[in-house]
Protein backbone atom coordinates (compact mmCIF):
# COMPACT_ATOMS: atom_id res chain seq x y z
CA UNK A 1 0.00 0.00 0.00
CA UNK A 2 1.22 3.22 -0.58
CA UNK A 3 1.39 6.46 1.42
CA UNK A 4 -0.54 9.73 0.08
CA UNK A 5 -1.60 11.16 3.09
CA UNK A 6 0.59 11.28 6.70
CA UNK A 7 -0.53 12.78 10.01
CA UNK A 8 1.97 15.18 8.87
CA UNK A 9 -0.24 16.27 5.65
CA UNK A 10 -3.27 15.89 7.55
CA UNK A 11 -1.84 18.50 10.21
CA UNK A 12 -0.83 21.00 7.14
CA UNK A 13 -4.73 20.71 5.72
CA UNK A 14 -6.83 20.97 8.68
CA UNK A 15 -4.94 22.01 11.32
CA UNK A 16 -4.16 20.62 14.84
CA UNK A 17 -7.48 22.00 16.53
CA UNK A 18 -9.39 20.27 13.86
CA UNK A 19 -7.54 16.97 14.12
CA UNK A 20 -8.53 17.56 17.77
CA UNK A 21 -11.95 17.87 17.37
CA UNK A 22 -12.73 14.87 15.50
CA UNK A 23 -10.31 12.44 16.77
CA UNK A 24 -10.38 12.84 20.53
CA UNK A 25 -14.12 11.68 20.91
CA UNK A 26 -13.96 9.70 23.74
CA UNK A 27 -13.49 9.69 27.51
CA UNK A 28 -11.32 11.02 28.96
CA UNK A 29 -10.85 13.86 26.82
CA UNK A 30 -6.93 14.16 26.27
CA UNK A 31 -7.13 17.72 24.50
CA UNK A 32 -4.93 15.94 21.53
CA UNK A 33 -4.93 14.30 18.34
CA UNK A 34 -6.02 10.77 19.05
CA UNK A 35 -3.34 9.53 16.63
CA UNK A 36 -4.59 5.45 16.96
CA UNK A 37 -7.82 6.79 15.29
CA UNK A 38 -6.56 9.17 12.69
CA UNK A 39 -3.65 6.63 11.31
CA UNK A 40 -6.46 4.04 10.89
CA UNK A 41 -7.99 6.38 9.09
CA UNK A 42 -5.28 7.43 7.04
CA UNK A 43 -4.37 3.67 6.14
CA UNK A 44 -8.32 3.15 4.86
CA UNK A 45 -7.90 6.33 2.86
CA UNK A 46 -3.95 5.17 1.22
CA UNK A 47 -5.71 1.94 0.44
CA UNK A 48 -9.52 3.86 -1.16
CA UNK A 49 -6.69 6.17 -2.84
CA UNK A 50 -4.51 3.07 -4.12
CA UNK A 51 -7.82 1.12 -5.41
CA UNK A 52 -9.00 4.33 -7.89
CA UNK A 53 -5.46 4.90 -8.77
CA UNK A 54 -3.99 1.25 -9.63
CA UNK A 55 -4.95 0.67 -12.72
CA UNK A 56 -3.66 3.77 -14.41
CA UNK A 57 -0.88 4.76 -12.39
CA UNK A 58 2.65 4.40 -11.72
CA UNK A 59 2.82 5.06 -8.04
CA UNK A 60 6.22 6.33 -7.38
CA UNK A 61 5.20 9.10 -9.67
CA UNK A 62 2.21 9.57 -8.01
CA UNK A 63 3.33 9.54 -4.87
CA UNK A 64 4.84 12.93 -4.22
CA UNK A 65 1.86 14.76 -6.12
CA UNK A 66 0.17 17.12 -3.88
CA UNK A 67 -3.09 16.68 -5.44
CA UNK A 68 -3.23 13.11 -4.87
CA UNK A 69 -2.28 13.94 -1.37
CA UNK A 70 -5.25 16.60 -0.79
CA UNK A 71 -7.45 14.04 -1.95
CA UNK A 72 -6.18 11.48 0.40
CA UNK A 73 -6.06 13.75 3.13
CA UNK A 74 -9.83 14.41 2.48
CA UNK A 75 -10.81 11.12 2.08
CA UNK A 76 -9.16 9.97 5.56
CA UNK A 77 -11.11 13.04 6.96
CA UNK A 78 -14.23 11.67 6.01
CA UNK A 79 -12.89 8.26 7.36
CA UNK A 80 -12.48 9.45 11.02
CA UNK A 81 -15.89 11.36 10.70
CA UNK A 82 -17.45 7.96 9.47
CA UNK A 83 -16.11 6.05 12.68
CA UNK A 84 -17.57 8.51 15.01
CA UNK A 85 -20.91 9.07 13.25
CA UNK A 86 -20.60 12.15 13.01
CA UNK A 87 -19.96 13.05 8.95
CA UNK A 88 -20.77 16.55 7.99
CA UNK A 89 -21.64 17.70 5.10
CA UNK A 90 -18.67 19.39 4.65
CA UNK A 91 -17.11 16.06 5.20
CA UNK A 92 -19.52 14.45 2.37
CA UNK A 93 -18.42 17.21 -0.55
CA UNK A 94 -14.77 17.07 0.25
CA UNK A 95 -14.82 13.30 0.26
CA UNK A 96 -17.17 13.10 -2.63
CA UNK A 97 -15.06 15.49 -5.14
CA UNK A 98 -12.05 13.52 -3.96
CA UNK A 99 -14.05 9.92 -5.35
CA UNK A 100 -14.99 11.87 -8.30
CA UNK A 101 -11.22 13.21 -9.08
CA UNK A 102 -9.72 9.69 -8.33
CA UNK A 103 -12.09 8.63 -10.99
CA UNK A 104 -11.33 10.67 -13.74
CA UNK A 105 -7.77 10.14 -13.15
CA UNK A 106 -8.09 7.27 -13.61
CA UNK A 107 -10.13 7.33 -16.48
CA UNK A 108 -7.20 9.51 -17.87
CA UNK A 109 -9.97 12.70 -17.96
CA UNK A 110 -7.53 14.71 -15.27
CA UNK A 111 -3.79 14.49 -14.59
CA UNK A 112 -2.29 14.48 -11.66
CA UNK A 113 0.19 17.22 -12.01
CA UNK A 114 3.82 17.39 -10.87
CA UNK A 115 5.17 15.72 -7.95
CA UNK A 116 7.13 17.26 -5.14
CA UNK A 117 9.80 15.02 -6.47
CA UNK A 118 9.48 15.90 -10.14
CA UNK A 119 9.44 19.88 -9.37
CA UNK A 120 12.53 19.39 -6.57
CA UNK A 121 14.54 16.98 -8.86
CA UNK A 122 17.75 17.87 -10.45
CA UNK A 123 18.02 19.21 -14.20
CA UNK A 124 18.54 16.54 -16.74
CA UNK A 125 22.18 16.10 -18.37
CA UNK A 126 20.70 15.88 -21.71
CA UNK A 127 18.41 18.73 -21.72
CA UNK A 128 18.78 21.25 -25.04
CA UNK A 129 20.59 24.32 -24.21
CA UNK A 130 19.76 27.29 -25.47
CA UNK A 131 21.41 30.69 -26.69
CA UNK A 132 20.52 34.06 -27.76
CA UNK A 133 22.85 35.81 -30.27
CA UNK A 134 25.07 34.58 -33.12
CA UNK A 135 26.65 31.61 -32.98
CA UNK A 136 30.54 31.49 -32.47
CA UNK A 137 32.91 30.75 -35.19
CA UNK A 138 35.92 30.13 -33.50
CA UNK A 139 34.82 28.29 -30.36
CA UNK A 140 35.39 30.47 -26.83
CA UNK A 141 32.67 33.04 -27.71
CA UNK A 142 35.21 34.54 -30.77
CA UNK A 143 33.18 35.49 -34.03
Known sequence: M???ATIESMITRFGKEDLVEITDTEVPYTGEINESKL??????????????L??????????GSPF???M?????RYHVALGNARV???????????????????????????STNEVNAAP??????MTSGRPSVFGN???
Open 2 to 4: STY
Open 39 to 52: QAAIVSANSEVDAY
Open 54 to 63: AKQMNVPTVL
Open 68 to 70: VQM
Open 72 to 76: ACDVA
Open 88 to 114: SERDEKRYDLAVKNLKAVNDGKIGIGA
Open 124 to 129: SINLAQ
Open 141 to 143: GLY
